[in-house]
């Protein structure tokens, strides 16, 4: 059919399974995050009779994208309802794509979501340590001129060490010499293979028109960098190098809610809203789900051939279940992410006019830990920066505070790197995800004893219970791993299905 036109081809990476006769089988998944939704999704094409029930009043779970009116009570905290301006907004959990995420990438081809690309690294960004000494300290600087410093002396170090003969190289004299020649290079040292300063680490006075030519900036000392504090993890350049963080980054036109809004709206009524699961019972064969209907008030119950579970972890251990002891151990004990971000509205995008800052991190040791520029909507009038995202820790004590106290602190945090903060300040929304009811925590946190000792009962069909989301994959953190995850139940179940 496709070669005939009658079909349009499927896109790189589809989900090809064969529909078969014994499909004829009802799924009940439990969450409409995106491990839910594309279950339902995938399954749902090749003949299987899926619902949801999903406990919230919309899907998406840890994909959700703030803006003016949504409304969030935090587990104990206040209410609080968005007031950012019409086109503003926060992705508040998933943020960021990785290029390689081919899964993300490819659902959002197929829904036709379109991408752009996300600015994780800047090196126009600033680092402020706030330490009691060091002339670097308590002040801003850009993130480039303590990348190119750093290289620069330390390379400059290496290349004296190996002219003194200190070090032990596995390497013929040539081929040393040809590393040193690349040290010279990417430390831009000069002839006396001295650093000197680079034109990397920017202008103290910038090349114009005219007779301005320009001055590079001095350099700093290895000693003032290291002695502010500045070579504290908080300030290591994990958007250059990390595999997942590396450039080039993406985010979806809009918010990256837009991906569960496309599978929520293939899914339609196969999702039921406002229904909070409390009991998952085996009916051997098949499962009972007892739920609570938010709507009415009314306890309900639901049976079906299969359930696929993806609740996540903190959550999947309040519910009352038969499940096998091994899989109530994982959800006991695996622990999860406490991650707090804040949106903070403002009414002049003086990160752009002022520092020229478009997109990418700004870096601190303080509670805050980082300040994302938005990657969309450059040279507008106003922007909503991510005034915090922070985690363990950070994230406990900021999530610990009011609302109030919470935009205070981030006001007075960020206001040491970007001044403008007082003047030009409109209104925030923040978030823990310890707190989020249906969440309770940001992602699985696997140390490698748990990965070893609990992981294994979630990748096993408990009975005609399967696991899915982003706990159930080496992706956990990522919409990716929700999908590889998703992909791989689908593929369980129906082979076991077609086999009988
Ligand atoms: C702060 C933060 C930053 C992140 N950053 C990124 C990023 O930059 N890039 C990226 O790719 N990923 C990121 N992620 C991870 C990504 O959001 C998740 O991996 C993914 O969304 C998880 O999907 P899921 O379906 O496994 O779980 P969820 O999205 O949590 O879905 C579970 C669903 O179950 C529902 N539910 C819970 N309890 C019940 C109940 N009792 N009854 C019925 N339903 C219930 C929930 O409401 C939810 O809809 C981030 C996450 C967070 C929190």
Request: with cysteine.
């Amino acid at each position: 059919m496709v070669g005939l036109g009658l079909l349009p081809a499927a896109p790189a990476g589809a989900f090809n399974l064969a529909r078969s006769e014994k499909a004829n089988k009802k799924v009940l998944i439990l969450g409409a995050g995106l491990a839910g939704m594309n279950t339902a999704y995938e399954l749902g094409k090749i003949g299987y009779d899926c619902t949801i029930l999903e406990a919230r009043n919309r899907a998406g779970g840890r994909i959700w994208t703030v803006r003016g009116g949504t409304t969030e009570t935090e587990i104990g905290g206040e209410t609080q309802t968005c007031r950012f301006d019409e086109g503003l907004y926060l992705n508040a959990g998933a943020a960021r794509i990785p290029h390689h995420h081919q899964l993300t990438i490819h659902y959002c081809r197929e829904l036709k979501i379109p991408l752009e690309i996300f600015g994780n690294f800047n090196e126009a960004g600033f680092y402020y340590s706030d330490s009691p000494k060091g002339a670097l300290a308590n002040q801003r600087v850009r993130a480039r001129e303590i990348h190119a410093d750093m290289r620069g002396q330390l390379y400059e170090l290496l290349v004296k060490a190996n002219d003194q003969k200190a070090l032990d190289l596995p390497l013929t004299a040539e081929d040393a010499d040809k590393l040193m020649t690349w040290l010279r290079e990417e430390g831009d040292l000069n002839p006396g293979k001295h650093y000197a300063g680079s034109e990397r680490r920017g202008y103290a006075v910038r090349p114009a028109g005219g007779t301005q030519a320009g001055e590079i900036g001095p350099a700093h000392a290895l000693k003032d960098i290291v002695e502010s504090g500045l070579t504290h993890p908080a300030f290591a350049n994990i958007g250059e190098y990390t595999y997942h963080q590396q450039p080039v980054m993406l985010q979806m036109v809009g918010g990256n809610d837009y991906l569960p809004r496309a599978f929520a709206k293939i899914l339609g009524d196969k999702i039921s809203y406002g229904c909070e699961v409390k009991e998952l019972r085996k009916t051997q064969p098949g499962v009972r789900v007892v739920y609570l209907d938010k709507k009415t008030g009314q306890t309900k119950e639901v049976s079906a051939d299969f359930c696929v579970c993806t609740l996540p972890l903190p959550i999947l251990k309040t519910v009352e279940s038969d499940l096998s002891g091994n899989v109530k151990r994982a959800a006991d004990f695996v622990p999860y992410m406490e991650t707090s971000k804040i949106g903070l509205q403002f009414k002049r995008r003086f990160w752009e006019e002022d520092d020229h800052i478009f997109g990418g991190i700004s870096k601190t040791n303080q509670d805050i830990t980082q300040i994302f520029y938005p990657s969309y909507g450059f040279l507008g009038q106003k922007g909503v920066l991510k005034g915090m995202y922070n985690f363990h820790d950070r994230a406990n004590r900021m999530g610990a505070l009011s609302l109030a106290e919470r935009e205070k602190a981030a006001l007075e945090q960020g206001g040491k790197i970007h001044p403008q903060y007082k003047t030009e300040f409109e209104n925030s929304f923040s978030l823990a995800w310890q707190k989020i009811p249906y969440s309770k925590g940001g992602w699985a946190e696997y140390s490698k004893s748990a990965r070893e000792r609990m992981y294994p009962a979630l990748l096993e069909p408990d009975d005609d219970i399967y696991f899915a989301g982003e706990h159930v994959s080496h992706l956990t953190a990522w919409m990716a791993g929700a999908l590889e995850s998703s992909r791989r139940v689908v593929e369980m179940l129906h082979k076991r299905v077609s086999a009988n």
